[in-house]
């Protein structure tokens, strides 16, 4: 568990418990059922997605998050075009890749 030094001990357990629950969010009809190892990232994203969380599976877009380095050097070698603080963005014909 990532340590946050917002919560007691008592409440980040119940956040802890509330990151295993979220496996289902329904963003206005955008079901994505999100699973990780990334204790830390289900914690926030169960947080910050609490409105959203849903039990109805149906439909759901899979989401994967892993705690890993990307794999850079299998990215096209291309020219960026927009950079902001967070992310670069890259055309390519009518892909975006962030």
Same mark, same amino acid.
């Given at each position: +568990?990532?340590? =946050?030094?917002?919560?007691? $001990? ?11 629950? %979220?496996?289902?969010? =329904? ?14 990232? +289900?914690?926030?994203?169960?947080? =910050? ?11 759901? $877009?899979?989401?994967?998050? %892993? =705690? ?9 070698? %291309? ?20």
């Amino acid at each position: +568990m990532v340590w =946050d030094a917002r919560y007691s $001990h008592k409440n980040a357990m119940i956040g802890t418990a509330r990151a295993r629950a %979220l496996n289902v969010i =329904d963003i206005y009809g955008y079901r994505a059922h999100i699973q990780s190892s990334c204790a830390g990232a +289900m914690e926030r994203l169960a947080e =910050d997605f609490a409105f959203f969380q849903s039990t109805d599976e149906s439909g759901a $877009h899979i989401i994967e998050l %892993l =705690d890993e380095e990307p794999p850079y050097s299998e990215m096209p070698p %291309l020219t960026a075009n927009v950079y902001t603080p967070r992310n670069v963005s890259y055309p390519r014909w009518v892909q975006t890749i962030r």
